[in-house]
């Protein structure tokens, strides 16, 4: 440990242009994590994956049959396994891979504009827990009273250059992939399935899932943006279909599609120490 902190040192000595050069590019990049909601989002993971886990219990049998005690420990290696830290380590690097300086800095000129902080305010107010009874009341005030064809045409096209819709179908699947590979390391090794044949498997309803997730999406872009004006909305549009605008989409739904993937793997291996460590201790 001393030898790698020494060389550590030395090489901040012999590269400080490189070091002087990467800091304001870290710096660009943690505003940006802040700014685009990123962190918000990531906050939010744990428990999603934590409620799909109590929804896999409350229906599967063989971890019904789970000693209490070990289902309350694979739950609690949920935090350990999907940490904001892997997620924002994970989110930053796909950012420094596929976007620029000036890219970063063309988004942060977005989200820093009246409209851009108009939108993020929404968007942040459109994540607390409460949120679902309130999409749902939206939904059947929007029975009695729904919105105008042209108002549903901005929300539809906002879905599709947002890439809204895909990125919940990316988020849900990858939550059901983590669910399903800690399910699969409780199982004994012979009947344990492979990360790439769990995924195949969920890729084959990615269709119905769409299906069935986008007209949720709908509703609830119509009732996050409800109080911005066909003009706002139409702003935000043309912001997301321009090229700086569309790759930070594409750049967001992957780096959260890593992290789940990276962390339903640690999550697996975890789970799958614990129960060795029961096993020899039942073994003694």
């Known amino acids: 440990m001393l030898y790698r902190k020494c060389l550590f040192v030395a090489l901040l000595f012999l590269l400080p242009l490189a070091v002087h050069a990467q800091s304001p590019e870290d710096a660009l990049m943690n505003e940006l994590y802040v700014k685009s909601g990123m962190e918000k989002q990531v906050e939010q993971f744990p428990l999603i994956i934590q409620a799909g886990f109590d929804q896999a219990v409350a229906r599967d049998e063989h971890l019904q049959r789970l000693p209490q005690n070990i289902t309350a420990d694979i739950r609690r290696l949920i935090k350990q396994s999907f940490t904001e830290e892997l997620f924002k380590k994970t989110m930053l690097e796909e950012v420094a891979t596929e976007m620029s300086r000036a890219d970063i ?11 851009g902080k108009k939108c993020r305010q929404l968007e942040e107010a459109a994540t607390t827990p409460e949120i679902l009874n309130e999409i749902q009341a939206y939904a059947i005030k929007m029975q009695e009273s729904p919105p105008s064809k042209a108002r549903l045409r901005l929300v539809q096209e906002f879905d599709a250059v947002t890439q809204a819709t895909e990125a ?51 509703m609830s872009i119509l009732y996050t943006y409800r109080t911005l004006s066909d003009d706002e909305l139409e702003r935000y549009i043309e912001f997301s279909k321009s090229r700086v605008g569309s790759k930070y989409q594409r750049v967001t739904i992957s780096g959260f599609k890593k992290a789940l ?24």
């Not at 793997?265 to 029961?278: A, D, E, F, M």
């Open 105 to 115: 800095k063309q988004v942060l000129q977005w989200l820093d504009s009246p409209l």
């Open 168 to 218: 919940n179908v990316t988020i849900s699947m990858n939550t059901q992939f983590a669910v399903t590979a800690a399910i699969v390391a409780t199982l004994p090794p012979e009947a344990q399935i492979p990360p790439d044949e769990i995924m195949g498997e969920l890729e084959k309803v990615r269709a119905d899932l769409k299906a069935m997730l986008r007209p949720q999406v709908i």
């Open 261 to 284: 993937t990276d962390g339903a793997i640690r999550w697996g291996h975890s789970i799958g120490k614990l129960l060795q460590h029961t096993n020899k201790q039942s073994e003694a």
